[in-house]
Structures are given as C-alpha cells and as structure tokens.
C-alpha cells in the first residue's frame, strides 16, 4: 500500500511551473530532478577537503518557485552539511531571489541570481557579512559544475571555497 504524502509535503510541491510564469522560470528550471555530486572544499590554507553529496530539486509554492536540498556526504552516512536553497523569480528585479539556509551549519545567505552568458551567477552576502558569489557552469542536460566564493571587500579577490561537481541521476 504506498504511503501518502502528509498534506504540508502534498501543498508544498508543484508537478511543474505555474503557467502564468513559465516562460521566466527556465534559468533554473533545468535543475528540476536528483543529481549525484563530487565536493572539494578549498580551505585558507591551501589544502583541501573531498566528499560526495546529493542535490535534489523540485517546483515548490504552486509552480512559482523552485526549492532544493544539498546534502553531504550521501545518505545514510552524518550529515555534515544539509540545506535548502529557495528560488524566486522576481520581474521587478529581472533576476531571482536565492534564500539559502544550512541549520546544521548556522549558515544563511541572500543572494540575486541571474543568467550571465552560458552561466547562472548568484551575487550576495552571507551571514558573516560575506559577499558571496555562487556559479553554474559547465551546464548540460545532465551535469554542472558549481563554484561557491567569498570576499570581504569589493576590493578583495573572490577567493573559491567551495566546488560540486554535478551528475544527472533522475528528472
């Protein structure tokens, strides 16, 4: 017998764009589906950290959103990292509203989101006062690679912290 969606999971997802806004939702649309990935974190030192991960995303808030889950290492092993981005397209502002949000990490940032080329570039500020600039690049139909940087000044160099790459593994 399956097991039926609790009506706060059932309300919460959308099984496609709204209508009314499905001509401005295709910069992150592509992403809807489950993706294997592979992370390197670029530690101030010069070392590096490796793990993998999962990322799943999904239309949310009746078609006028798109919501994902970043997850690492894979389940079932402890999380150490597990959040959710939220993304809003906004007309007034011609680009989307990234709300980020790790609990595990107490890490949160706003960022505006927009196409630059063949690329989605994401600009903002972090919870420590970071400005943050996130990239998809590489972008095909079932693989991307992400690049998450940070500076403390407009004057200072975006600094990588974070790379995934990112493997299609349903749609």
Request: contains cysteine; charged residues 25%; glycine residues 12%.
């Amino acid at each position: 017998m399956p097991i039926a969606m609790p009506p706060f999971l059932a309300a919460l997802g959308s099984e496609g764009p709204s209508a009314d806004m499905a001509k401005d939702m295709g910069l992150y649309g592509w992403l809807v589906g489950s993706w294997d990935m592979d992370t390197v974190h670029h530690l101030d030192d010069g070392t590096i950290q490796k793990w993998d991960g999962e990322c799943h995303f999904g239309w949310v808030l009746e078609g006028r959103a798109i919501q994902d889950l970043w997850i690492r290492p894979r389940r079932p092993a402890p999380s150490i990292m597990y959040g959710t981005t939220l993304r809003v397209f906004d007309p007034g502002v011609g680009g989307w509203h990234i709300i980020w949000s790790d609990p595990l990490n107490q890490d949160y940032s706003r960022q505006i989101g927009r196409a630059e080329g063949k690329d989605i570039v994401q600009i903002g500020e972090d919870s420590r006062g970071l400005q943050t600039r996130w990239r998809f690049t590489g972008i095909t139909a079932d693989s991307f690679h992400w690049f998450g940087e940070e500076r403390a000044a407009e004057s200072d160099p975006w600094r990588i912290t974070y790379e995934h790459f990112a493997r299609r593994i349903n749609s």
